[in-house]
């Protein structure tokens, strides 16, 4: 398998410079980053961002959204259950409670837990790109984006039409343990757009479903999602979204292995928003959105044949308000807006709680010299539990020439202990601890970005401190695991992504992309007695690679990630989607761990084997 990478590699080394043609496919210079106050294009962003975008989505092997990230460079993505059950994200060795998900900038915080962070209503086809911002971001996003933040957009409809998309897969292996029957999994998308003058609509739909790779593995999952745009008047505009997903799947060893052997859960998420985006004059532009969470998490330890004992039900709440302003004037740009947000829980095993929040953005974004940009401000979050608290940040670059940019960053952030850590009581399994208190981080990062024709490379260095990192820890393995701030967990880190286009003629290119990440972590203040779930879980080193090729309508990506934890073996695994198109069809396999690599990403979970889908998608749009 090496060798075959190392193909690779030497195989995008050695057409760097034997073309100079863009390839407009991945050209997303003119993607503008939406951060609440301040809109800007990506080839002016002083931080670490990247794109993934619906060009690259359509030639993956990914059908979910953690299947997508999975390709992210510097995303960990931990799954318990495959192909969308459920699965953890962390950013450059944080943990998965430390980095915040939005979907349209609109945050999906889990505050019962964030396992359940990624059980969104979002099918693939409704994703319009995928933005990775790495790096504190609280005076940009708030609260909980201690590492990072995952920023969704969907797409905008521009025409009436729809699509639709199913597939079928298997390991063609059996469920020796169960009922005999052959491993397999199937799926259907829908989506419908109506677009007038002065409204525009779209629904998406998706059923999928699986009796597993192993003993309880089975899932079903359904999503809804539905988007409303209304232009008022060429300066007004309102956007609408309900979303609603039911995922259930067995969890044979999710949390509590080996005894939950026959546990299963269900998770019902459901989103509303509504946002208006108003243009007062030509220098001010007033933002505001008004957003809805609730969370409905069943877990039963025993499965669904005896619900009278080691059930859990948890039932959140969370309805949040924000503002957004900007202002531009003669020498750059000022930020404001401010943020309520609510949070409560009803739980079997966490009790009845509420927390609010208040936070308070201030920012301003200047060129002082022609090619010096600097974007300055802070976040003053204000909390019932734990009160007032401060975290300002600085971002700046500077064009050294016309394709070479040197940027650098420092950011402070903050997350907030969930429900989970504070009151759990899952005697004998995990108690909560109602001292804990939040971890607070300090990151500074220096990078250089250099982009000219087909070619681009990114590269950074940073180092963080977070403060009062909070784990589940304990003494002996005959007492329950309980959430503490167990210490400082200090990380530096090394990233690089280079992308490259290669048209060998008008109808037949090449693109490679290729990252790479470093991670070395220590803990200061640490009890080094207790034993911990989540200390040493991150990733070391972390390589993405894909190759995709199209000659006319037929289209081949091979996706290579390797895996290295702080501890535990590494791992290869090696994807491959291969699809053609014929008029408004699009026929497509999939090849899932074509090396048949057995590997783990929590505990001791083995995830599938060798995987293959056959799909077909008709698009009328």
């Given at each position: 398998m090496k060798k075959i990478y190392l193909f690779i590699l030497a195989l995008t080394c050695n057409q760097l410079y034997g073309q100079t043609q863009r390839d407009t496919v991945i050209k997303i210079d003119d993607v503008v980053i939406n951060e609440n106050r301040f809109n800007t294009p990506i080839s002016k962003q002083n931080r670490n961002v990247y794109i993934i975008d619906k060009e690259t989505i359509a030639k993956l092997p990914a059908r979910t959204i953690q299947e997508v990230l999975q390709y992210a460079n510097g995303v960990d993505i931990r799954q318990r259950g495959p192909f969308g059950s459920q699965a953890d994200i962390s950013i450059d060795g944080g943990s998965f409670e430390q980095t915040v998900v939005l979907l349209n900038g609109t945050k999906i915080i889990d505050s019962q837990t964030a396992h359940n962070m990624l059980n969104l209503p979002i099918p693939v086809e409704a994703i319009e790109r995928i933005e990775i911002i790495r790096g504190p971001a609280a005076r940009i996003y708030g609260i909980n984006s201690l590492t990072g933040a995952i920023n969704i957009i969907t797409k905008k409809p521009t025409r009436s039409g729809f699509m639709i998309s199913s597939y079928a897969g298997s390991n063609f292996e059996k469920d020796a343990e169960d009922s005999g029957k052959t491993f397999n999994g199937r799926g259907i998308q829908f989506g419908a757009v109506l677009s007038k003058e002065k409204h525009q609509h779209s629904l998406f739909a998706s059923h999928d479903a699986s009796n597993g790779y192993r003993y309880n593995t089975g899932f079903e999952n359904n999503k809804l999602l539905y988007q409303g745009r209304f232009q008022i008047n060429p300066s007004n505009e309102i956007e609408a979204l309900f979303g609603y997903t039911k995922n259930g799947f067995g969890a044979n060893g999710f949390y509590a292995?080996?005894?939950?052997?026959?546990?299963?859960?269900?998770?019902?998420?459901?989103?509303?928003?509504?946002?208006?985006?108003?243009?007062?004059?030509?220098?001010?532009?007033?933002?505001?959105?008004?957003?809805?969470?609730?969370?409905?998490?069943?877990?039963?330890?025993?499965?669904?044949?005896?619900?009278?004992?080691?059930?859990?039900?948890?039932?959140?709440?969370?309805?949040a308000a924000e503002v957004n302003t900007a202002y531009k004037t003669g020498t750059g740009e000022l930020g404001f807006g401010a943020e309520a947000r609510t949070e409560d829980i009803n739980s079997s095993n966490i009790g009845v709680h509420r927390r609010n929040n208040l936070g308070l953005y201030a920012q301003y974004r200047t060129y002082l010299l022609e090619k010096l940009n600097i974007n300055f401000g802070t976040y003053l979050n204000y909390n019932s539990d734990y009160k007032w608290q401060i975290y300002p940040g600085l971002d700046a670059s500077y064009e050294l020439t016309n394709t070479l940019k040197i940027t650098g960053n420092i950011g402070t952030s903050q997350r907030l202990p969930s429900f989970t850590d504070l009151y759990l009581d899952q005697r004998p399994g995990n108690i909560g601890n109602t001292s804990v208190t939040p971890e607070n981080a300090f990151q500074s990062e220096i990078g250089l970005k250099f982009n000219k024709n087909s070619f681009s490379i990114s590269s950074s260095y940073f180092y963080r401190r977070i403060n009062?990192?909070?784990?589940?820890?304990?003494?002996?393995?005959?007492?329950?695991?309980?959430?503490?701030?167990?210490?400082?967990?200090?990380?530096?880190?090394?990233?690089?992504?280079?992308?490259?286009?290669?048209?060998?003629?008008?109808?037949?290119?090449?693109?490679?992309?290729?990252?790479?990440?470093?991670?070395?972590?220590?803990?200061?203040?640490?009890?080094?007695?207790?034993?911990?779930?989540?200390?040493?879980?991150?990733?070391?080193?972390?390589?993405?690679?894909?190759?995709?090729?199209?000659?006319?309508?037929?289209?081949?990506?091979?996706?290579?990630?390797?895996?290295?934890?702080?501890?535990?073996?590494?791992?290869?695994?090696?994807?491959?989607?291969?699809?053609?198109?014929?008029?408004?069809?699009?026929?497509?396999?999939?090849?899932?761990?074509?090396?048949?690599?057995?590997?783990?990403?929590?505990?001791?979970?083995?995830?599938?084997?060798?995987?293959?889908?056959?799909?077909?998608?008709?698009?009328?749009?």
């Open positions: 292995a080996p005894g939950d052997k026959n546990s299963d859960e269900v998770v019902q998420t459901t989103l509303a928003s509504i946002q208006s985006k108003s243009q007062l004059s030509a220098h001010w532009t007033l933002m505001s959105r008004l957003s809805y969470r609730y969370n409905d998490d069943d877990y039963r330890y025993f499965g669904p044949a005896r619900l009278d004992a080691g059930r859990s039900r948890h039932y959140t709440n969370s309805l009062k990192f909070i784990d589940w820890t304990r003494l002996l393995s005959s007492q329950p695991w309980q959430s503490n701030n167990v210490g400082d967990l200090l990380t530096r880190g090394i990233y690089v992504r280079t992308t490259y286009a290669l048209a060998l003629t008008d109808q037949s290119k090449f693109n490679f992309m290729l990252g790479y990440s470093y991670l070395e972590s220590e803990f200061k203040n640490i009890n080094t007695t207790l034993a911990s779930k989540y200390l040493i879980s991150s990733l070391k080193h972390q390589v993405t690679n894909t190759v995709d090729f199209r000659y006319k309508n037929l289209s081949a990506l091979f996706a290579t990630r390797y895996n290295q934890r702080m501890l535990g073996p590494s791992y290869w695994i090696n994807d491959v989607r291969v699809s053609q198109s014929i008029d408004k069809f699009t026929i497509f396999l999939d090849a899932q761990n074509i090396f048949d690599t057995t590997y783990f990403e929590v505990g001791a979970i083995p995830l599938p084997s060798r995987w293959f889908s056959l799909g077909v998608k008709f698009v009328q749009l």
